[in-house]
């Protein structure tokens, strides 16, 4: 995928089904023959985005690889880095509340107070 084109959801459905593929160590071989009874290409295609999977071949797919198949649909939703899409809402890395933000107050440990304390 080339960077500043938009990825479609077909081709983030594909990219979903292509991260499981290599999770579960399944060729796309494999599938095309076992779920298909196809060539290859029939898999790649579906995989690149160049040809949407239809609803029944998605969930062959799931099905061949057990897992649910909103899996794969809700990568559709889904922005990727490559297409300029924001990240999905909710997802902050830093909200300034972090513990290195604000100074640890300063504390005395004494004898007395570990006892306390313990």
């Given at each position: ?5 938009e990825?479609?959801p ?72 490559d297409?300029g899409?924001p ?25 007395p107070a ?5």
């Amino acid at each position: 995928m080339c960077r500043g084109m938009e990825a479609t959801p077909d081709k983030r459905i594909g990219a979903a089904v292509r991260m499981e593929l290599t999770l579960q160590r399944v060729t796309m071989v494999r599938v095309a023959r076992e779920v298909f009874g196809a060539k290859r290409w029939f898999v790649e295609d579906r995989c690149s985005g160049r040809t949407p999977f239809g609803a029944w071949e998605l969930v062959q797919v799931a099905d061949y690889l057990h897992v649910d198949v909103c899996q794969f649909l809700n990568a559709a939703k889904q922005g990727t880095p490559d297409d300029g899409a924001p990240p999905p809402t909710g997802l902050r890395f830093h909200d300034g509340r972090a513990s290195y933000d604000s100074p640890a107050p300063v504390v005395a440990f004494t004898t007395p107070a570990a006892r306390l304390a313990a």
